[in-house]
């Protein structure tokens, strides 16, 4: 196998593990959304729910444009698919700090109301 085949087969395979991710991420955010719907008390959870769905779409971006990319040879599409892909980061990150914030509202809260 040449060194051009094994990139090709390893970027398939990345392309393929980001569309697991993003269909896990997927399910977390429709369990997390199910979990608190659930519960009374949804100081700070509202927060992490809507950080999880935020980071699916990103994820679910991410991963379809890999998809993509890995099709086209057209650089001018290339290079917009990049964007994208590094556009997904950030929608990520910032679902990360969203479910980060409640997270921390859900553990003062904790924290506050425990009497030892």
């Known amino acids: 196998m040449s060194k051009e085949e094994l990139i090709a087969q390893i970027e ?6 980001l569309c697991i991710q993003a269909a ?14 659930l ?4 100081d ?13 779409i990103g994820q679910t971006i991410e991963a ?12 001018d599409e290339l290079r917009e698919l990049q964007k994208i892909i590094i556009s ?7 679902g990360a700090a969203i479910e980060g914030a409640g997270g921390i509202k859900v553990l003062t809260k904790t924290t506050e109301s425990f009497i030892p």
């Open 64 to 75: 379809l444009a890999v998809s993509k990319e890995l099709s086209t040879f057209n650089q």
């Open 88 to 94: 997904s980061d950030f929608i990520q990150s910032i």
């Open 24 to 37: 896990a991420q997927i399910t977390e955010a429709v369990l997390f959304s199910r979990l608190y719907a």
């Open 39 to 42: 519960k009374d008390d949804r």
């Open 12 to 17: 398939k395979q990345i392309s393929i593990s």
């Open 44 to 56: 700070g959870e509202s927060e992490i729910v809507a950080g999880v769905w935020i980071q699916s």
